[in-house]
């Protein structure tokens, strides 16, 4: 059959539009090198910097160092390509000394942007300091990272929390307050969510991303009458008090009336640009119950105000606000988009009752992936997914947990593994440990049979065998992604983090760093975890220097925020963690509910393939917008 000339050019045409729908790029931030220093008690120096996730794999670095006014000096020999970690054994640590690094492209050197600096005589620590500007009656809690003034650096907004109360307890709290600060420690603003927002791990959710492509990252939380902006303007009514507070009252202290807000503040100077009404409201504060074990309807605010978030590519380009609201019975997930410094609503999901078979499937915590690879993100709500048009996916029926790893957790397996920890109480009956596929929710090995398991943990931390080892509380042994006992299980089942030299990851917990098979290799002395008997760090996250994390935690005298990063040698080369749209989204949520370590989309460890490149646009800012 003979086609018509326009019939073929109309053909040619869908099929480039369909070519481009296939392939669209993720918008992603520009960042420069992340130069770091350290100095070491033997004087050396361990600098590292940034592989970006757009680079060329060709690209080489030379690393150079100024001291005082001297013209600055080349200090490796050949241009280095198999890592981005030097140690500068010959630094006069007495004279100031600024380290950055060059690139080499075809016998191209290019200066790249983002030096370090350490002043003349400066005191030898393991760790870079934040001093905070302290509030009476607060600390430094859970802390999120985005660039919020578009020149390639990361800056840190921090939770400064005072007295707080989980869900199921009376009283009052003080109003949560937010602190943005450069990396050196410059405050640039503070806010305060007022005394209409209670203070709590499920209650204050807040985001941090460029959710308008304008190269500079937002916050976005929920808000009441009489939050304040950095520059002191007042949402809603700045006379409300709608907390409860009659002593007797069974919901003393708790805020269950009045409007609700989602704001979103603008990151670089702290004001409030967008706010609409939070989706969902309230409603009948005793319908949000569900069935089996902890499903039953309260009227004392305790399910109603489980609240979650997350930022999600729903359109495969674009970052999209997701605000979560229940796991126990009913769940709600509402999305929203950002732009022109206007809040839209995109979608939303509503498990709406207990018959439902998403009912009761959320968790404390939740992720973000593209589990069925058609370019755009779903949200791994505990045993549940919904996909990226608001619709669900599927459900597994295995109730809500208290944690949630999502990553290739096997790679013989063909996509994205989910592993989760179960509560399985008041009767209710299921395992609960299970791995599954997280693009279908097929079961792949379950364990623990009709047991409350509180924590587990799946990853990579066995240096000789490929594949996440996973293992949990209640049981002893370490298991394979078969679900096969390996040997003897880590003590603690809690957070994660690439620390060492190698692909594996070590075991992050309270203030200390261990090994699988070899014991602590890290202490952070003088410094404490957040949250409680969770003991999770303020944040853990790859914001400098090469692809392994930092972890960040406050002092014990709460003055500063202290940002560790390793001084292990790698000749690991590894694009940012960053510039992994999934790991980068786990950054973004990492601080949600009962905080969870990040995960890359890809399977890293031992045995692993040569990461693969991000399919990203990085956005206009200072560093490319020319």
């Known amino acids: 059959m003979n086609l018509s ?22 918008q992603m931030e520009h960042l420069d090198r992340g130069v770091v220093a350290l100095a070491q008690e033997n004087r050396e120096v361990i600098v590292s910097w940034r592989f970006l996730g757009t680079d060329p794999d060709e690209l080489c670095f030379n690393i150079y160092r100024k001291t005082g006014e001297q013209p600055a000096v080349k200090l490796n020999t050949d241009p280095i390509l198999n890592s981005t970690f030097f140690i500068d054994k010959t630094a006069d640590l007495a004279l100031n000394n600024t380290w950055f690094v060059k690139s080499v492209l075809q016998n191209t050197e290019t200066e790249e942007p983002g030096k370090f600096t350490i002043p003349a005589n400066a005191a030898v620590k393991p760790y870079l300091s934040l001093p905070l500007t302290q509030i009476e009656g607060y600390s430094a809690n859970d802390a999120a990272v985005g660039d919020l003034d578009g020149d390639g650096q990361y800056e840190l907004i921090v939770h400064m929390t005072g007295k707080g109360h989980d869900n199921s307890h009376r009283g009052l709290t003080d109003p949560p307050i937010f602190q943005a600060y450069e990396l050196d420690g410059t405050l640039l603003w503070q806010l305060s969510l007022g005394k209409n927002i209670r203070e709590g791990a499920h209650y204050t959710q807040f985001l941090v991303y460029d959710f308008d492509g304008d190269g500079k990252a937002e916050m976005v939380c929920k808000t009441a009458d009489g939050t304040t902006d950095a520059l002191g303007t007042v949402i809603g009514d700045p006379k409300a008090d709608w907390r409860d507070t009659d002593e007797h009252s069974r919901t003393f202290g708790k805020i269950l009336k009045g409007p609700e807000y989602l704001t979103v503040f603008n990151g670089e100077i702290g004001i409030a640009v967008a706010t609409t009404a939070y989706i969902p409201e309230r409603g009948n504060i005793g319908a949000w119950g569900g069935t089996g074990g902890n499903g039953k309807n309260d009227n004392t605010g305790n399910r109603v105000d489980r609240f979650t978030a997350c930022v999600a590519y729903l359109d495969g380009i674009h970052p999209s606000i997701v605000m979560g609201r229940g796991y126990y019975g009913r769940i ?55 996909d990226d048009d608001g619709t669900g996916l599927y459900t597994t029926g295995f109730r809500h947990g208290d944690a949630i790893h999502v990553s290739d957790l096997d790679p013989e397996i063909p996509g994205l593994e989910r592993f989760g920890v179960h509560e399985i109480e008041e009767g209710t009956k299921g395992p609960g440990v299970v791995l599954f596929s997280a693009k279908d929710g097929n079961v792949l090995f379950e364990a623990q049979p009709d047991e409350d398991v509180g924590r587990g943990v799946a990853a990579n931390i066995d240096t000789t065998r490929i594949g996440a080892q996973m293992w949990w509380s209640g049981n002893r042994n370490l298991h394979d992604s078969k679900g096969n006992p390996i040997g003897r299980a880590p003590r603690v089942a809690n957070f994660l983090i690439w620390w060492d030299g190698d692909t594996t990851r070590e075991l992050l917990n309270s203030n200390y760093i261990e090994k699988y098979g070899k014991g602590r290799i890290f202490k952070a002395d003088g410094a404490h975890s957040v949250n409680g008997s969770k003991s999770t760090p303020s944040l853990s996250a790859d914001i400098l220097g090469d692809w392994r994390e930092e972890l960040m935690l406050p002092s014990d005298d709460g003055s500063e925020l202290r940002i560790y990063t390793t001084p292990i040698p790698t000749t690991t080369r590894v694009y940012t963690l960053m510039h992994d749209p999934q790991y980068r989204l786990s950054i973004a949520w990492q601080n949600i509910g009962y905080n969870q370590p990040p995960h890359v989309g890809f399977y890293m460890g031992y045995g692993m393939q040569k990461a693969p490149k991000p399919d990203i646009k990085l956005v206009p800012n200072q560093l490319n917008s020319n």
Request: with cysteine; proline share 3%.
């Open 5 to 26: 000339r326009p019939i073929k050019h109309y053909l040619f045409l869908i099929f480039c539009v369909i070519g481009v729908a296939g392939y669209a790029q993720r």
């Open 332 to 386: 709600v997930l509402a999305a929203f988009d950002f732009k022109n410094n206007q809040l839209q609503s995109r979608w939303t999901f509503d498990s709406e009752n207990g018959k439902n078979p998403y009912s009761g499937m959320g968790n404390h915590n939740l992720s973000v992936a593209d589990v069925d690879e058609d370019g755009k993100d779903e949200i791994i709500f505990g045993a549940m997914t919904v």
